[in-house]
């Protein structure tokens, strides 16, 4: 008896072992699926748009949580405040960078970065201490959920790197920030959590969490506001939201065409439906991502056309059916 128990403790053991060792393994297999089907082997200094526009910077924002602060990735450089600058990208997978900007806490396992190889510059006394210390990297936005800070720091980052950057990355002088979160609903507890306290206290966690990301992130909001209506700064902006209507935001000139592209029973249901759906770690139906891609496209492009006076024809406003084919082509 006590053999046969023994035998199924220790194999229970191996087991929960092996399940975390698996669990922990997650964000690999994201990474590995991005290789197979985005891109390749390719390194992070093939990020961009090669024979195309050369003023067009594809930033990958990070969150590194060490340090509590941002790490971004870019085809010519990665840079940290407190590790400092570093060229060596061609050392980096694309696949890797993309992986751990996008490690959403709790759905994928924080990415280990060496640096001793990646020959960090420091800039100063600040950065002397930690650049061969690893970068722990998450997704992005647990620093930085309004995607604005590479653009509100780049004067500094310019002023204190003038070689690395000031050659490369423009001054910004208009910012399209695209926020997908919706403010706080109502949201009631369920009976479980009504009723069992210790369910309760779970449940009043992850709200906690909620609470806090809903109020940082209405704070970012009115701050960008802010500083996009005082001269000071040089720089305007405008927010992209997921409930925004196209129809509503459209210009006068391009009302028409968002009206007749319309799906069946108007843009409200469409944005309704994006409004709600909830970030999943599940597979995403191709017809709602496509919609959900197609709703986003059209409020930016009236946006523009609408806030910054961008020149835009009807014909750059797709049918879902043209848009649809554009991708998948």
């Given at each position: 008896?006590l053999?046969?128990?023994?035998?199924?403790?220790?194999?229970?053991?191996?087991?929960?072992a092996?399940?975390?060792?698996?669990?922990?393994?997650?964000?690999?297999?994201?990474?590995?699926a991005?290789?197979?089907?985005?891109?390749?082997?390719?390194?992070?200094?093939?990020?961009?748009?090669?024979?195309?526009?050369?003023?067009?910077?594809?930033?990958?924002?990070?969150?590194?949580?060490?340090?509590?602060?941002?790490?971004?990735?870019?085809?010519?450089?990665?840079?940290?405040?407190?590790?400092?600058?570093?060229?060596?990208?061609?050392?980096?997978?694309?696949?890797?960078?993309?992986?751990?900007?996008t490690?959403?806490?709790?759905?994928f396992?924080?990415?280990?970065?060496?640096?001793?190889?990646?020959?960090?510059?420091?800039?100063?006394?600040?950065?002397v201490?930690?650049?061969?210390?690893?970068?722990?990297?998450?997704?992005?936005?647990?620093?930085?959920?309004?995607?604005?800070?590479?653009?509100?720091?780049?004067?500094?980052?310019?002023?204190?790197?003038?070689?690395?950057?000031?050659?490369?990355?423009?001054?910004?002088?208009?910012?399209?920030?695209?926020?997908?979160?919706?403010?706080?609903?109502?949201?009631?507890?369920?009976?479980?959590a009504q009723?069992i306290?210790?369910?309760?206290?779970?449940?009043?966690?992850?709200?906690?969490?909620?609470?806090?990301?809903?109020?940082?992130?209405?704070?970012?909001?009115?701050?960008?506001?802010?500083?996009?209506?005082?001269?000071?700064?040089?720089?305007?902006?405008?927010?992209?939201?997921?409930?925004?209507?196209?129809?509503?935001?459209?210009?006068?000139?391009?009302?028409?065409?968002v009206?007749?592209?319309?799906?069946?029973?108007g843009?409200?249901?469409?944005?309704?439906?994006?409004?709600?759906?909830?970030?999943?770690?599940?597979?995403?139906?191709?017809?709602?991502?496509?919609?959900?891609?197609w709703?986003?496209?059209?409020?930016?492009?009236?946006?523009?056309?609408?806030?910054?006076?961008v020149?835009?024809?009807?014909?750059?406003?797709?049918?879902f059916?043209?848009?649809?084919?554009?991708?998948?082509d």
């Amino acid at each position: 008896m006590l053999p046969a128990l023994a035998t199924a403790s220790i194999a229970a053991v191996v087991t929960a072992a092996l399940a975390l060792v698996a669990f922990g393994r997650r964000s690999r297999v994201a990474e590995k699926a991005m290789r197979q089907v985005h891109f390749g082997d390719k390194p992070l200094s093939d990020l961009g748009s090669k024979g195309q526009d050369d003023r067009v910077s594809h930033i990958i924002c990070a969150t590194e949580i060490q340090s509590g602060l941002h790490a971004f990735f870019s085809d010519g450089f990665m840079y940290s405040y407190v590790f400092g600058i570093s060229s060596n990208t061609h050392s980096v997978p694309l696949a890797f960078a993309v992986q751990a900007s996008t490690a959403l806490p709790g759905g994928f396992a924080p990415r280990r970065l060496p640096t001793k190889s990646l020959g960090f510059q420091s800039a100063g006394e600040l950065t002397v201490g930690y650049r061969r210390q690893p970068l722990i990297l998450m997704d992005g936005g647990v620093y930085d959920n309004m995607a604005d800070q590479w653009f509100v720091g780049l004067s500094d980052r310019r002023d204190r790197w003038p070689n690395e950057f000031s050659s490369r990355i423009e001054p910004v002088d208009h910012l399209i920030v695209a926020n997908a979160s919706t403010g706080w609903v109502w949201q009631p507890l369920g009976w479980l959590a009504q009723t069992i306290h210790t369910v309760r206290e779970a449940a009043a966690l992850g709200r906690i969490f909620g609470v806090l990301y809903n109020t940082l992130g209405r704070r970012r909001r009115s701050h960008l506001n802010d500083r996009w209506r005082c001269d000071d700064f040089g720089e305007k902006g405008v927010f992209v939201e997921v409930n925004d209507d196209p129809e509503q935001r459209a210009p006068d000139a391009l009302r028409q065409r968002v009206a007749d592209i319309a799906p069946t029973g108007g843009w409200r249901p469409l944005v309704e439906r994006s409004r709600v759906y909830p970030t999943v770690l599940r597979k995403v139906p191709r017809q709602t991502c496509l919609e959900i891609m197609w709703h986003a496209y059209v409020v930016t492009a009236v946006t523009l056309a609408r806030f910054f006076a961008v020149p835009t024809s009807n014909e750059e406003i797709p049918t879902f059916d043209a848009f649809s084919a554009r991708l998948l082509d």
